[in-house]
């Protein structure tokens, strides 16, 4: 599947493959060139190109770039950081195919360029640049004239997905086989700007090889776990979801989570409120329940009382012994508990009390600082990326973990990690979060695994802020979300229909 993610390693274990399997090293390299010349082919009318070449194999796809572009008759110059005579195996050859001496690269080459191909570094960048290779980045992005990325922007590290030292933010960038995790996280993932992955020709064996680190979130992965309503079906048999509400000054966060939640299709979902809320929870709400919460020890009572199938708590709950208390409680009964906000917040004294309880269907929707107080090594930890961030809190907490951000990670033990980029900037607005934990209960409600409800609603959130754009609020979010799923609905069966349909034809 073209949603896999890889690690640079494992991308040259799939070129090792390649080559045991009759596929060289030059021919992925011509595909590779050709397929950035391609791409800027597409994109551009000829002009003045520049194409930085740099001393390894990045380089060499430069070359083969700059030959294919000349050959459609575009103005090519190629400049060469290094001497051609230290050019080993592919990229001497490709080298070779450009049949000129490059230019030595200086920062001045780039004066009269009007696009420039960056392939300095790609998947063997080893350290910051710096010297000759940091002035050679910073002229090409000081140029302001498109830069087109082999691979990766150079100076980008492909598995951390982060730029320690100079970088040019390129306007595009091409990438073969898969992509690797730096065009999928930020903040490298801004850096490459849009992102066009080349088939080179990698042998579809090389699944014997190496395993994907991740994949992209889609609703090919998770589509098929979704409830189909059925006829017949009363409100009970759809699942119940109770939230739980913060003080009468904190209620409107557990309210969105529960309207959402009740979009998400749960059959019933109760708002769990302290003494000093009820009223206000019960004037706001219609469509769902208002239930008089008093005691944060009996929690599990309450919940097990309304047969809750799954349960929010934490938005605005409140920080401290009262919000630690429900949660330990609350997992003394069935429902599968989603916790987010004051609920992972009240354990950052003692986070393993928490992990002590939770079980594997289990999610937390954590932000970055969250994320921090419950896992402060994992989160201090610079040769980590996020995906591996996550997989490790995962682990550790024994259940799914949605990391948030633009590229949020789901991430829970036996699953393969799932990134979320299918978002919008508009939705860093209050309330947002609240929304998903809602959303993520109604499907867990359901009877959805976490890992697959964190995963759907994650995606659906996001394409409910795209439909919306700028300006939306998090109220709109829900209330968009039965427009969002029919026509999801739809696409997914007019997809199915086509594969029926070219199945039937082959
Ligand atoms: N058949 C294949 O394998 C295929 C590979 N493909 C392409 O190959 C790319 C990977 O090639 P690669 O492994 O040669 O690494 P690459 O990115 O060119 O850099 C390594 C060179 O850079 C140097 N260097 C590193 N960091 C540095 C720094 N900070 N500052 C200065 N120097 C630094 C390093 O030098 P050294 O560390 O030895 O000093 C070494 O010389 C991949 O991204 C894709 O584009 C495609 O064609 C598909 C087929
Ligand atoms: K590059």
């Avoid at 938005?315 to 003394?332: D, L, Y």
């Amino acid at each position: 599947m073209h949603d896999d993610i890889l690690n640079t390693k494992d991308c040259g274990v799939c070129d090792r493959h390649a080559a045991e399997n009759g596929v060289s090293g030059e021919s992925l390299m011509a595909r590779a060139g050709a397929a950035v010349a391609q791409a800027i082919r597409e994109r551009w009318a000829p002009r003045e190109t520049v194409v930085l070449c740099g001393p390894g194999n990045n380089g060499g796809d430069g070359f083969i770039c700059a030959a294919a572009l000349r050959e459609a008759g575009w103005p090519v110059r190629v400049c060469l950081m290094g001497g051609q005579d230290q050019l080993k195996g592919d990229a001497a050859w490709a080298a070779g195919v450009w049949h000129e001496t490059p230019e030595r690269a200086a920062p001045a080459a780039f004066d009269t360029a009007d696009l420039i191909v960056d392939a300095l570094f790609g998947a063997g960048l080893n350290r910051p640049p710096e010297g000759e290779a940091a002035a050679l980045i910073t002229a090409m992005s000081g140029r302001g004239v498109p830069v087109v990325a082999i691979d990766l922007p150079s100076g980008v590290s492909g598995d951390l997905a982060r730029a320690d030292g100079a970088v040019a933010a390129a306007g595009l960038t091409v990438t073969f086989h898969r992509r690797k995790p730096a065009h999928s996280l930020e903040p490298a993932a801004s850096l490459c700007g849009e992102v066009v992955l080349a088939d080179i020709g990698i042998p579809a064996s090389w699944r014997d090889a190496v395993q994907p680190c991740a994949r992209e979130n889609g609703p090919q992965l998770w589509f098929s776990s979704l409830p189909a309503a059925r006829a017949g079906d009363h409100k009970h048999a759809r699942g119940r979801l109770a939230v739980f509400s913060g003080g009468a000054s904190s209620t409107g966060a557990a309210r969105l989570a529960a309207r959402a939640g009740l979009r998400a299709g749960a059959g019933l979902v109760t708002l769990a409120s302290p003494p000093s809320a009820l009223m206000i929870n019960a004037v706001g709400s219609t469509a769902v329940m208002v239930r008089r919460w008093t005691d944060p020890a009996a929690t599990d009572t309450l919940l097990e009382n309304l047969r809750a199938d799954a349960a929010v708590l934490g938005p605005a709950m409140g920080v401290g012994e009262g919000t630690r208390e429900s949660v330990i409680s609350a997992a003394r009964a069935a429902a599968v508990l989603v916790l987010d906000a004051d609920a992972l917040t009240s354990f950052e004294d003692a986070p393993e009390v928490l992990f002590a309880v939770l079980r594997p269907g289990d999610v937390l929707t954590p932000h970055p600082g969250e994320f921090r107080r419950l896992f402060p090594d994992i989160a201090a930890r610079d040769d980590l990326n996020r995906i591996q961030a996550a997989a490790m809190a995962a682990e550790r907490a024994g259940c799914c973990v949605l990391l948030k951000g633009p590229d949020t990670v789901i991430a829970a033990p036996g699953h393969l990690p799932v990134i979320n980029r299918h978002a919008s900037p508009a939705l860093a607005t209050a309330g947002s979060g609240d929304v998903l934990a809602g959303l993520i209960g109604g499907l867990a409600a359901q009877g959805v695994g976490g890992f697959d409800a964190a995963c759907a609603a994650a995606w659906l959130h996001g394409d409910c802020a795209l439909r919306l754009g700028t300006g939306l609020i998090a109220e709109d979010l829900a209330d968009i979300l039965p427009e969002r799923l029919g026509t999801l609905h739809r696409t997914m069966q007019r997809q199915r229909a086509l594969g029926h349909l070219i199945a039937h034809k082959s």
